[in-house]
């Protein structure tokens, strides 16, 4: 856990005069420290319902969880923003890894957290995942029957990415074990260095011939719209050897059992997008729980549009389906 934890105002977007805000801290299951920020509304007169953001993967919660978790204090709800395991100001060593159980776990501890609060209606508690966290988010909403509504915005199925490559492109069984060759390589290079090696963040030059999600992805991690000291993608990145395990693991797999509400929220132009429609075709398939789960498509946006894009973030529709379904 970082030491020199501060009240002072250090996001990426400005702060709201409708919200006060602190940092919290508790623990997860594993005897982790994470460390968020609180959004509570200036005005209420009785207890608040209650979110608990992360992501996108890669990112702090300085960044775009944060601005999800003010803008919606700003609309009557009490929300955390937190650094998951081993990244940011949370604590958890080796720094910069990443475990699909214990991420999971830290969603569960913040709402185990946020079920305490006095000022918090403990029947009405959502949360929301962004990115690689959606992932998280959705397998967090197939376990916590605790959480009522669940917001999933521009997804990453991590698993499916690790198992297959980007666009299932390296779905193969010979793909799969040169990658495994190569982690485990980097495992014995990581065990005599005494030092893990990371895979580097966000390209720091990008070639005009790149995708356009990489251009993107500098737009927001690299130049001062979005970059953070702390956020992984703007700076080293995660340690090289990190989703190993993740290959070999394919979330979601009960999501067709969830019986709370769930909204997946895609752009139609994000290379992501086919696994926001998977996921919730998946979790719709042979489900006798479909009537409050929603695909909600955003036309012309791309991945990270909805990271920050207020005019793109369907905030009203977010805040009405949480309204409807914390009750």
């Known amino acids: 856990m970082n030491e020199s934890i501060t009240n002072e105002w250090n996001k990426v977007f400005p702060l709201s005069d409708k919200v006060n805000h602190k940092k919290v801290i508790f623990k997860n299951h594993f005897g982790i420290t994470l460390v968020a920020d609180m959004y ?3 005005q209420y007169k009785s207890k608040l319902p209650a979110l608990a953001v992360c992501g996108p993967y890669g990112a ?6 944060g601005l ?9 709800f009490l929300t955390i923003a937190f ?3 081993f990244t940011g100001e949370s604590g958890g060593n080796p720094r910069y890894m990443t475990s699909y159980d214990i991420n999971v776990e830290d969603f569960q501890s913040a709402v185990d957290y946020l079920i305490s609060l006095d000022n918090v209606d403990s029947e009405k508690i959502g949360i929301i995942g962004i990115c690689g966290w959606g992932g998280m988010a959705l397998q967090t909403a197939c376990i916590d029957t605790r959480v009522k509504a669940t917001i999933v915005s521009t997804m990453y199925d991590m698993s499916r990415v690790a198992g297959n490559g980007y666009f299932d492109k390296q779905n193969s069984e010979e793909d799969r074990h040169n990658q495994r060759v190569s982690l485990n390589n980097q495992r014995n290079e990581d065990y005599k260095k005494k030092e893990y090696a990371l895979a580097g963040g966000v390209v720091e030059h990008v070639p005009e011939d790149a995708p356009d999600f990489v251009k993107d992805y500098y737009a927001y991690y ?9 956020s992984l993608n703007s700076n080293n990145g995660w340690v090289v050897q990190t989703n190993t395990s993740m290959m070999n693991v394919r979330l979601f797999h009960y999501a067709n059992e969830i019986r709370n509400a769930v909204m997946i929220i895609h752009g139609d132009k994000a290379h992501s997008f086919y696994m926001g429609r998977d996921a ?3 979790m719709i398939k042979d489900s006798k729980y479909k009537n409050n789960k929603e695909f909600v498509v955003i036309p ?7 990271y920050d894009q207020k005019d793109k973030i369907p905030f009203d529709k977010i805040e009405q389906f949480l309204k409807d379904n914390l009750k």
């Open 68 to 76: 999800y978790a003010q803008e919606l204090a700003k609309r009557g």
């Open 60 to 65: 702090v919660k300085e960044q775009s969880s």
């Open 83 to 85: 650094d998951p395991s």
């Open 300 to 306: 012309g946006a791309t991945h990270t549009d909805l």
């Open 40 to 42: 509570e509304p200036k």
């Open 222 to 230: 690299k130049t001062p719209r979005g970059y953070h000291k702390r």
């Open 280 to 282: 919730y075709e998946n």
